[in-house]
């Protein structure tokens, strides 16, 4: 029953502050953090459905991990350590 509580508040705080989300430097606004506990096939699933909501990451198949060659990815096969 406190997590609902927590949440009414934190809608409450952040409709107070809408302007400042909007016209502060990002520094000067205060840190969020999300956590939860769950299996990890649902925290996955979770973290898919928040990233879409929120806009964040790549999303689709074609979405690469790590960085190109081309903007500095090192050019080391994965798996292979780095010989002198």
Avoid: C
């Avoid at 809408?18 to 000067?28: A, K």
Wanted: glycine letters at 14%; charged letters at 25%; a positive charge.
């Amino acid at each position: 029953d406190g997590g609902e509580e927590g949440g009414g508040e934190a809608l409450e705080f952040l409709s107070q502050r809408v302007d400042d989300f909007l016209t502060e430097p990002i520094h000067r606004l205060p840190m969020y953090t999300v956590t939860w506990l769950r299996p990890r096939p649902e925290a996955k699933a979770l973290a898919k459905q928040l990233a879409a909501l929120l806009a964040t990451g790549q999303s689709g198949s074609t979405a690469k991990k790590g960085r190109v060659k081309s903007l500095g990815g090192p050019n080391i096969k994965p798996g292979k350590s780095r010989r002198h």
